[in-house]
């Protein structure tokens, strides 16, 4: 059975960082591509960062990329994303997914975590 699980989530004020972790179980880890998404209240969910199951490739978005980091650590079967310099707008709840082709579109991913929730404070 397949299980994602994201922590780190809460409450930071703007310009603070936080690191969000997934683990997950269930299946190969390291043959698969993670990514994160998030959906803020009213907005659709939208891509926020991907890294290829090798960790040789990562995408961000426009959003995101200087602020954001992806990393993975197969042997804790652990994808994190390190945010810093959070800004209102990143306020949302985030969601961890697992793929097994490398993909930043959200539809394609076959599996989610539950998402944790973050907010950034003004």
């Known amino acids: 059975q397949v299980q994602l699980v994201e922590s780190g989530g809460g409450l930071v004020q703007a310009g603070g960082s936080l690191r969000l972790s997934c683990a997950a179980s269930?299946?190969?880890?390291?043959?698969?591509?993670m990514a994160w998404f998030r959906q803020a209240p009213g907005k659709e969910r939208e891509f926020v960062a991907s890294m290829h199951w090798t960790g040789g490739s990562t995408d961000y978005a426009d959003s995101v990329k200087g602020r954001f980091t992806i990393s993975r650590d197969n042997a804790k079967n652990t994808v994190y994303l390190q945010m810093s310099s959070l800004k209102p707008e990143d306020t949302a709840v985030y969601y961890c997914a697992a793929r097994y082709y490398y993909s930043t579109s959200g539809s394609e991913f076959d599996y989610w975590g539950q998402g944790t929730q973050v907010t950034v404070s003004s």
């Open positions: 269930g299946y190969t880890f390291s043959s698969y591509s």
